[in-house]
């Protein structure tokens, strides 16, 4: 899990990214381990279609600290240059 997540440019919560997914706005897509799997399914779907890369991150709390907020996150997307 990079430290450095905090200060790119991001989607965090599986809403935003699945829309910035199917916009075409997402460069990678980092899912927690253990996320419910109604949560991630139409993530890695979606991603798998637009050819995303997947990483996986230990866990919502891991991914959370960094995406810098206070709670866990299941689903964090990192945004292309250009579209934040």
């Not at 709670?71 to 934040?84: C, I, R």
């Amino acid at each position: 899990m990079p430290q450095r997540l905090a200060e790119l440019p991001k989607v965090v919560g599986a809403k935003q990214t699945l829309k910035a997914i199917q916009n075409g706005r997402i460069e990678l897509v980092y899912l927690a381990r253990d996320a419910d799997e109604r949560v991630t399914a139409p993530i890695r779907e979606a991603c798998e279609q637009q050819g995303v890369n997947i990483v996986e991150a230990e866990s919502m709390t891991e991914l959370g600290k960094a995406c810098s907020i206070e709670v866990g996150a299941a689903v964090a997307g990192v945004l292309k240059t250009g579209t934040s």
